[in-house]
């Protein structure tokens, strides 16, 4: 039976059972005699069983079928629910994401039989874990970790690299220039998080010493986390092979390197036409292999059929919208005029329904993204040994299915840093008067056309004076620049790439990609992040994200004899200002608007464009905001409010950060859509 047209809906259902079950065991955890959430992950556990063995994932079935024999017996009052026991069940969660994660990419399961997780889990079934206490299990495993090191496990990949025709000129000029050649394999620990970002630093770290002339899988691959844990390279250096194995190692989450000199006599070159024809032929008549038909996956919405039926009656009206207005073209009466503007008026209406239905359809409840995160709360708070708890609000409200597919990685690195930043340890609370426990918050909501996230805590808050210190020391700036700096743009620093306030690095904090990566990824999202301290009492992160990423209300403007499209979402206000008016602080253009100085950004310098309204005595501004900060965009005069389709600009301008994209006006003209974020 081929059950591969089935694969989607299993990826789906798998990941719905998978996080119901780390959130019931998150609460059998603090509630280990609550039967009804025993009786929930029973449940979980046989259906995902069920699930597995339909589709032939021997593993996986059993996996879960252990689990669920476990939970059989607590079900029976024959075991009790540990701490251990609690420890244990989410390493077979994390194992059966990882069995997911395999089938999600390829179609298959994997090799891992994750026998140690299973032994674990019928030494409990057996009675066996009660007499061997944590502190005597750990070092046996960590014994067992250093021979696997040690032993076969590993293996050097890089002998299977073939270099294609067009890449062998590179390796023969090597032998001219007498330089070296270094196949290297470089195992990930299978628990780092950004797996693509380790590989990315070992790269850098590499290329600092030579060239990486050749990867597999290939660079892009990598980026795009299309790999397991391991990654071969040649390197092209003339350092030695210990100086290179220094590199790498000196990247943390890197659990074992593996590596030698290579001969361009040993090198396997792809350039011989004759074996080219008969590897394709071969391939042409060989069967596909499970890889080559890649699942298509989170491509997918849930939609409530209530919402389907709203879709289907206005697409019937809009059949009826068109019979009518061709009815209406054929008919010679006088009255033509008439019915022809009435039918107009009635497409138009039922094309606004239909724009407000489809963008309900294409909404999606933030809960998908942060219902992971009290289990990684969890985890963080035994790896840091602080006691701390996340209280989420909000989890209903709704976002565009793009946005919400972009945000998890931003919100997962404000929480660590909340968890290993903000949050005191308990000594340190218990000093200042505060519960012992810290406390995390994630608040969603909606307001007007965005949505806000709220991530706080009741730590430390951020400490400017530190900040400062760290930035002068790193060179980033000078002591003057320090003194004259406020704590809004003291606070900036911290989104700069590599900037980290982490004391030594470890596998939580201390690379400085945390915030770095928040502050890129929500820009680029056509948000923006604010922050607000106080120190002692904590700190409040605020991100504020655009309802969708495909239609939004815009203001339409002319400079010079271009047109361009401002997002309502950040005007507050338009003002007609005489040029008398203006002021200037530090050489630069602003003017005072009830209460508020304001500078001004004259758009036609900008964008290199000869404004048409040079001598006129007034100026049209539009007050816009980010965050607390305003500006007033100077533009020669305003067309007016319209709904447009954002257009992405693709690869022709990706380099232009002053535009979020392009859309095609009612007469066929693109105007340019501005980013009042990169703007301001």
Known sequence: MDVSQYLEIFIDETREHLQNLNEQLLVLEKEPENKDTINEIFRAAHSLKGMAGTMGFKRMQKLTHDMENVFSEIRNDKMSVT??????????????????????????????????????????????????????????????????????????????????????????????????????????????????????????????????????????DIEDEKFDFQFSVYVVTSESIERVFQCVNGVSEIAH??????????????????????????????????????????????????????????????????????????????????????QIEYLERVTTNLHESVMKVRMVPIENVVNRFPRMIRDLSKKLNKKMELFMTGEDTELDRTVIDEIGDPLMHLLRNSAD?????????????????????????????????????????IDVQNVKEKAVNRGIITPEKAETMDEKDVIDLLFLPSFSMAKKVSDVSGRGVGLDVVKSKIE???????????????????????????????????????????????????????????????????IHLRGSVIPLVRLNKILDIESSEENSGNMTVVIAKKGERYAGFVVDYLIGQQEIVIKSLGKYMNNNKLLSGATILGDGEVALILDVNTLI
């Open 83 to 220: 701490a251990s026991l609690v420890d244990i069940l989410f390493q077979c969660l994390d194992a059966l994401e990882d069995y997911l994660n395999h089938i999600t990419e390829s179609g298959d399961e994997g090799t891992n039989e994750n026998e140690s997780v299973i032994q674990e889990l019928n030494r409990f079934l057996n009675g066996e874990a009660g007499t061997v206490s944590d502190a005597e299990r750990k070092p046996e495993v960590k014994a067992q970790t250093q021979n696997t090191a040690a032993g076969g496990a590993y293996q050097p990949l890089y002998k299977d690299m073939v270099i294609e025709s067009y890449e062998k000129k590179a390796f023969l000029s090597v032998a001219k220039d007498g330089k070296h050649i270094y196949g290297i394999t470089v195992y990930i620990q299978e628990t780092c998080v950004l797996k693509a970002a380790r590989a990315f630093l070992v790269f850098k770290s590499l290329e600092e010493i030579g060239e990486v002339a050749k990867s597999n899988p290939p660079v892009q």
């Open 257 to 342: 390197v593996l590596g030698e000199e290579i001969n361009l006599e040993n090198i396997k070159f792809n350039d011989e036409d004759k074996e080219m024809e008969v590897k394709q032929a071969a391939a042409a008549s060989a069967p596909i292999p499970k890889q080559a038909g890649k699942p298509v996956i989170n491509h997918t919405v849930r939609v409530d059929i209530e919402k389907l039926d709203v879709l289907m009656n206005l697409v019937s009206e809009l059949i009826i919208a068109k019979n009518s207005l061709v009815s209406v073209s054929e008919n010679s009466d006088s009255n033509l005029g008439t019915g022809f503007n009435e």
């Open 421 to 461: 930043h903000g949050l005191e340890s308990a000594e340190v609370r218990k000093k200042r008067g505060k519960p012992e426990v810290g406390s995390i918050f994630l608040d969603a909501y909606q307001d007007g056309n965005n949505v806000v996230i709220e991530v706080r805590d009741d730590g430390n808050g």
């Open 524 to 590: 680029s999202l056509g948000g923006d992040v604010e922050v607000k301290n106080k120190l002692g009492e904590g700190s409040v992160f605020i991100i504020r994200l655009p309802l969708t990423l495909a239609i939004i209300q815009a203001l339409m403007v002319v400079v010079g004899n271009e047109k361009y499209a401002i997002s309502l979402g950040a005007i507050q206000t338009i003002e007609d200002i005489p040029v008398a008016d203006i002021k200037y602080v530090e050489a630069r253009e602003v």
